[in-house]
């Protein structure tokens, strides 16, 4: 599945983005089982899980980001978001997104970067 990252930009810290994944090739009755998440690596660092959001709907998040951060999804539009609130300079990275099928096999999109000034 290509998937294609946006959203990321300049924020000051306290600030609000959403990022959007989107799959516009997949064929929708694919995209409707896709395990989606998002990561992020920042600069010198790993790449670390974020948020998920299952075909269900279930939705688990890191706990550096819980209370701050939603992941949602919208089928119809093959698009996975991220909305991000409270902003710090330690979220600054470059957000990628992930879908994961139920044969295990993944795709992982371009990665968009998000900066947050202090």
């Known amino acids: 599945v290509q998937l294609q990252a946006s959203g990321g930009g300049l924020v000051q810290a306290g600030g609000s983005l959403r990022l959007s994944c989107r799959a516009p090739?997949?064929?929708?009755?694919?995209?409707?089982?896709?395990?989606m998440a998002w990561h992020r690596q920042a600069p010198g660092k790993e790449r670390v899980l974020v948020a998920i959001?299952?075909?269900?709907?279930?939705?688990t998040y890191a706990d550096f980001v819980k209370g701050r951060f939603t992941i949602s999804r919208d089928d119809g539009k093959k698009t996975v978001y991220l909305s991000m609130r409270n902003l710090g300079p330690e979220d600054t990275g470059v957000y990628y997104c992930?879908?994961?099928?139920?044969?295990?096999?993944?795709?992982w999109g371009q990665g968009t970067l998000v900066t947050v000034s202090s």
């Open positions: 090739h997949a064929i929708l009755s694919t995209f409707n089982t896709l395990d």
């Open positions: 959001i299952t075909s269900d709907r279930r939705t």
């Open positions: 992930n879908a994961r099928a139920d044969s295990g096999a993944t795709s």
